[in-house]
Each structure stands twice: as C-alpha cells, then as structure tokens.
C-alpha cells in the first residue's frame, strides 16, 4: 500500500454549515437556491442562479446546481486515462489530479482522493432513503457526486469519489 493519506475537504454536516468567516448557514442553503445572497457568502465563485442558468447547458445546470445525476455511461471522462486535472465545469476549481482516477466500472469517472485542502466540501445526504455522503466544489457550491468508502477497491484510501462528467472539465498536461 501507497503511503499517501487522504486529502482533508470540509466536511459540513446538514443540520449546520459554517463558512470561514463563522456566520452559520442553514440546511436549506443548496446549490440551486434562488437565495442568492446566503450561497455568494458561503462559496467564494457564487452566481445568482439566473446567471447560473445562462452559462450551462440544460444538462450541467441540473447537475451542477440542481444535484442530477448523468446517466451511467455516457459521461466523457469515464474512460479518459490521460495525464491532466480535472476541474469544476461551473467555476474552474481543480479538483481532482488524474493520478487518482482508477476504473471502477461503476458508469461514472472514479478518483480515490481529491486534491488537499479546501478543494471540494462533502454533505451528508440523506435523499434517497439513504444516507451518503455528496461531494461540492467548494469555491461555487456545484454538486460533483458522492464519495463511498469500504468498498474493497485496491486503492491506498479505499474510497471512491464517483463524480458527474458533466460536473468537470479536463485539461491535459502534466499534474505536478
């Protein structure tokens, strides 16, 4: 096994958020609010959602700021194995590094760490009659996914970022 730990995102638990400065959002702050003003406090890259909805397509904009989920499969990067970053579609964030990606064969493009720091904010999600944890971009709030950990992949964390590939943007090159 690697020795590499897992990257540190924010974690913000429903009930309560907490942006840096301290003031405190609550759970009804999500990614596609019309209350524009409690969204641009909280991530740095925030829109009013008209905005939101002129710059993306149909498709991105029920993804990224309504959390939709693309059908499995059809996604760009699922298959993409080449060297490079991958981006937030809505804003620019990096989020991911290609190195992490893996072939999970679960539809969708798989990374088993995302970049360190403050890159992406994980929600506990309680939709669907289940509890599972989605991924944000933290700079505009767009959703990305969902992470899933003990999964049993050969990976150094044993997680699996299973991210939209409608959610990013790849930009080849070298990562660092």
Sequence with gaps: MLGFSRSQPRTVPAEARTT???????????????????TQSRYPRARPDAEWRESLTPQEYQVLRLAGTERPGTGDYEENHDVGVYSCRACGNELFRSETKFDSHCGWPSFYSALAGDAIEEITDTSMGMSR??????????????????????????????????????????TG
């Design 20 to 38: 840096t400065n301290g003031t405190t959002t609550d759970a009804d702050d999500v990614a596609g609010t019309d209350d524009t003003t409690a």
């Design 133 to 174: 944890t989605e991924v944000r971009c933290a700079a505009c709030g767009s959703h990305m996914g969902h992470v899933f950990s003990g999964e049993g992949y050969g990976t150094p964390t044993d997680l699996r970022y299973c991210i939209n590939s409608v959610s990013m943007r790849f930009q080849p090159g070298t």
